[in-house]
């Protein structure tokens, strides 16, 4: 599951897709994959109702 993460992260930072739907029983296996990339600083996380994260590319923390 880890490896699928890492590579939906590498999309969304290469512009691949507009980002990520993380449900609530997927965050912590998420997090700990977000936590290690470099450029997690610009990867941003806007909750949603029911505990859904949606998660957009930044580049330079800016939007």
């Known amino acids: 599951?880890?490896?699928?993460?890492?590579?939906?992260?590498?999309?969304?930072?290469?512009?691949?897709?507009?980002?990520?739907?993380?449900?609530?029983k997927d965050f912590f296996a998420f997090r700990q994959v977000w936590q290690?990339?470099?450029?997690?600083k610009e990867i941003e996380g806007i909750a949603q109702r029911n505990g859904t994260i949606k998660y957009r590319f930044h580049e330079n923390g800016s939007q």
């Open 1 to 24: 599951m880890s490896e699928d993460y890492m590579q939906a992260i590498d999309k969304l930072v290469h512009g691949e897709i507009g980002e990520i739907t993380v449900e609530p």
């Open 36 to 40: 290690d990339h470099p450029q997690r």
